[in-house]
């Protein structure tokens, strides 16, 4: 179960409980914990876990945002993408512009895809996305950073000349999420 000394059967546990569905307050309190695993497969599981679970409590955002801070690269992937659920708030904007700026692009790429999702709420991020949009050496950042300019919808002067430079970009990919947010 949870409590196993054994990290493949804490893993079976937890992964249990999030294909039940019966994560619930107390069990919620319990995966927490487990946040501080010894093993990162664990704790990729107890993201999961906690990302699907039906309430977003505060205590499980709160967690959620300090495993973006995990060691491991798989954990703070997961950790980021979870936020795309989790109630809007300045801490998490704050966690997620955190993360835009970590060492794995996996990371940096859903922190920039997961600030979209958030919309309005994320406005103080546009400025360092359009200069993704403008700058970034990957594709892939600079079409997520273009397409959550357009979920944020900060049309400033800095936002709308970035994507309309992206409108020549040449990846397809960015020069389509540019247009879709401009329109």
């Known amino acids: 179960?949870?409590?196993?000394?054994?990290?493949?059967?804490?893993?079976?546990?937890?992964?249990?409980?999030?294909?039940?569905?019966?994560?619930d307050a107390a069990t919620a309190t319990k995966?927490?914990?487990?946040?501080?695993?010894?093993?990162?497969?664990?704790?990729?599981s107890v993201?999961?876990?906690?990302?699907?679970a039906p309430?977003?409590?505060?205590?499980?955002?709160s967690g959620l945002i300090t495993a973006t801070r995990d060691s491991?690269?798989?954990?703070?992937?997961?950790?980021?993408?979870?936020?795309?659920?989790?109630?809007?708030?300045?801490?998490?904007?704050?966690?997620?512009?955190t993360a835009r700026k970590d060492r794995s692009t996996s990371v940096r790429n859903n922190a920039i895809l997961t600030l979209g999702k958030h919309g309005s709420r994320s406005r103080s991020a546009a400025p360092a996305l359009a200069n993704i949009v403008?700058?970034?050496?990957?594709?892939?950042?600079?079409?997520?950073a273009s397409?959550?300019?357009g979920q944020i919808g900060s049309p400033t002067e800095d936002v709308v000349s970035a994507l309309v430079r992206a409108m020549g970009d040449g990846n397809?990919?960015?020069?389509?999420?540019?247009?879709?947010?401009l329109e």
């Open 147 to 149: 397409t959550a300019l």
């Open 172 to 181: 397809t990919s960015v020069r389509a999420a540019a247009k879709l947010s």
């Open 72 to 97: 491991s690269e798989t954990v703070r992937v997961r950790a980021t993408a979870a936020l795309g659920s989790a109630p809007a708030s300045d801490a998490v904007v704050s966690a997620l512009q």
């Open 1 to 23: 179960g949870l409590d196993s000394p054994d990290a493949t059967a804490r893993k079976r546990a937890v992964r249990r409980l999030r294909r039940s569905g019966s994560v």
């Open 31 to 44: 995966l927490l914990t487990m946040l501080n695993d010894s093993d990162s497969s664990v704790r990729e």
């Open 55 to 61: 309430m977003q409590s505060p205590a499980i955002t």
């Open 134 to 144: 403008r700058n970034s050496g990957n594709a892939y950042s600079r079409s997520f």
């Open 47 to 52: 993201v999961t876990a906690l990302a699907s």
